[in-house]
């Protein structure tokens, strides 16, 4: 346990200011997220350092495709969420307390052996929200940046602007979990809003991070084709027509068991949308076939990177462009 920031004393509760729910939290209890709690007029991260799953994964499984496509990344996480989303497909990890867990106690110095053992070349914060256990992802980014390794932030974006800004300095690439497009999802299924995670992206692009976007594809909730024109041009006009783009297979999990998987054809047609409306980096990820993970040039078409279950296979872009047509791709920390 570690005394928490980003937070104020108001009458007698505390503000939570870590994310964009700003609970208010009575003495002995705990905001909505399970892991930060008012004791005594000050707030603490009960879950500073424990560590419930710790895996070692390819980077294209965050999934990250155009940021050191060929890389491992040691993965962690923690209990707790700040959603609390319908169908959440982690639900075990992400809706159950700190104490109902597994968990071990990690430091940075152990995660980066860990990585130096596994041969990784980062650490990918994951698995349920990493904003909910900032100080320690914030302590363990700082030192494992100074020690060579590359952080990135698989999120939900609900983070406030103050934390996020800072967390930037050490983190070089996020993927945004954007749940729909439409504020009415957000409130009915993850009890949340959709404008603090737009603005999170935008951010995020600001400050120069490295940006992908996931949308879990749950018809008929979000999967309208009018939306996803909206989302797509969004992207497009907001972060840039090469930031990839994940549509991902819902599959019946937690409070919405009785909804189907998502069918191939509605995950295939939102990628048709998008590319129809000019994004050029558009994934399917959770169904077979490799075909819809690999990337292809923009200007000629030629296949770029192969990827089989999220492993980088193939990758021929060298120095940033087409071997063939030499089109400019994006592609972070790819050979030279």
């Excluded at 005594?40 to 050191?68: E, M, Q, S, T």
Aim: proline content about 5%.
């Amino acid at each position: 346990m570690k005394e928490a920031r980003f937070w104020a004393s108001k009458n007698d509760k505390i503000e939570c200011k870590l994310c964009a729910r700003h609970c208010l939290v009575a003495n002995g209890k705990s905001g909505l997220c399970g892991v930060r709690m008012h004791d005594k007029n000050k707030l603490y991260a009960v879950n500073y350092g424990l560590a419930a799953p710790i895996n070692v994964d390819p980077i294209g499984k965050k999934p990250l495709f155009h940021f050191h496509p060929q890389s491992l990344v040691l993965s962690l996480g923690t209990a707790g969420c700040n959603f609390k989303c319908d169908y959440c497909q982690n639900y075990e990890l992400s809706q159950s307390k700190i104490d109902k867990v597994q968990t071990r106690k990690v430091t940075p110095k152990k995660l980066q052996a860990m990585a130096k053992k596994n041969k990784c070349e980062g650490v990918a914060w994951t698995y349920n929200e990493p904003t909910i256990w900032y100080e320690f992802v914030y302590d363990s980014a700082k030192y494992l940046s100074r020690k060579g390794l590359f952080n990135v932030f698989i999120t939900n974006g609900y983070i406030e602007k103050d934390p996020f800004v800072e967390l930037s300095s050490y983190i070089e690439a996020v993927n945004v979990d954007i749940k729909a497009f439409s504020d009415k999802f957000y409130a009915n299924i993850s009890r949340a809003h959709l404008k603090p995670v737009l603005d999170t992206c935008t951010l995020a692009k600001e400050l120069g991070l490295h940006i992908e976007i996931s949308y879990l594809l749950v018809p008929p909730l979000n999967s309208d084709p009018q939306e996803i024109q909206k989302f797509s041009r969004w992207v497009i006009n907001k972060l840039g027509k090469d930031t990839p783009v994940h549509f991902l297979r819902f599959f019946p999990a937690h409070r919405m068991t009785d909804v189907p998987r998502t069918t191939t054809e509605a995950l295939v047609g939102a990628q048709r949308i998008a590319k129809l409306e000019g994004l050029r980096n558009v994934y399917i990820n959770n169904i077979p076939g490799s075909k819809y993970q690999d990337t292809y040039c923009p200007n000629c078409g030629e296949m770029l990177v192969h990827r089989e279950e999220f492993f980088t296979i193939l990758n021929r872009v060298t120095d940033g462009k087409c071997p063939k047509c030499k089109q400019e791709v994006l592609m972070i920390g790819s050979k030279k």
